[in-house]
């Protein structure tokens, strides 16, 4: 079964300051593996995704994440926060389908001037 | 093109009541997924809807139940309110469940709160 662990429920940043979130994931598969943004008051937007091929994969506002099979993670890095960057992360697996997602618990990210 | 539209955004119920949540999907898309958010238990996926017939179900009590018309659009329902199905409500939709990425498209959610 897959299950995703994110290490920290809540990074805190200075502006202009690098970006970590940390994921590990579970899976008896080759995962597909997702960075979802959450705003306050909104659903959920994607960030990136890791299906097949490149393990670094570039997403949207600056975030990339890298694919390490032999350590099961998927950290998800920006090298300059904003202060619009702040928010809840969510790491997630989908499912052998595709059709269903696995999230771990969030990170909230604070930005601060 | 227009995303996933959840309705009502938000509402208020007391417990023991029934609630119905409304999804439409991106057009073109065919699968429809519902999770439920809570600070305590964070996103649980509660049900997949594909071609009408539900596809997969996570764990949650039966009074939880879903639908999915010809149009894609689909219906979630929760009988006999508890406190605790107090939550943000969010559905999503993919394009076809052959030959799909995993990626899912969100709404923004509908959030029952349960007095």
């Known amino acids: 079964a897959q299950s995703v662990t994110q290490l920290g429920s809540h990074v805190s940043v200075s502006e202009g300051a690098l970006v970590l979130l940390r994921c590990n994931y579970s899976?008896?598969?080759?995962?597909?593996l997702f960075w979802y943004v959450q705003y306050p008051n909104q659903g959920l937007q994607l960030l990136l995704k890791?299906?097949?091929?490149?393990?670094l994969v570039k997403g949207i506002n600056g975030f990339e994440a890298e694919f390490k099979k032999s350590e099961t993670s998927f950290h998800l890095t920006n090298p300059s926060a904003h202060m619009s960057d702040a928010a809840e992360y969510f790491c997630?697996?989908?499912?052998?389908?595709?059709?269903?997602?696995?999230f771990g618990k969030g990170t909230t990210l604070s930005v601060s001037s | 093109k227009a995303g996933v539209t959840q309705t009502p955004r938000y509402l208020i119920k007391t417990r023991g009541q029934q609630v119905t949540l409304s999804c439409s999907p991106i057009?073109?898309?065919?699968?429809v997924s519902w999770y439920q958010q809570t600070p305590g238990q964070g996103l649980q996926f509660l049900f997949e809807?594909?071609?009408?017939?539900?596809?997969n179900k996570g764990n949650f009590p039966g009074r939880f139940s879903g639908r999915q018309f010809s149009n894609s659009r689909s219906e979630m329902n929760v009988s006999t309110l508890e406190l605790g199905d107090s939550a943000l409500y969010l559905c999503?939709?993919?394009?076809?469940?052959?030959?799909?990425?995993?990626?899912?498209?969100f709404g923004e959610g509908s959030r029952l709160t349960v007095l």
């Open positions: 997630a697996v989908s499912n052998q389908a595709g059709t269903a997602l696995i």
């Open positions: 899976s008896s598969v080759p995962p597909y």
């Open positions: 890791y299906t097949t091929g490149a393990t």
């Open positions: 057009s073109g898309h065919r699968s």
């Open positions: 809807y594909f071609s009408e017939t539900q596809r």
């Open positions: 999503a939709s993919i394009k076809d469940r052959v030959e799909n990425t995993g990626e899912l498209f």
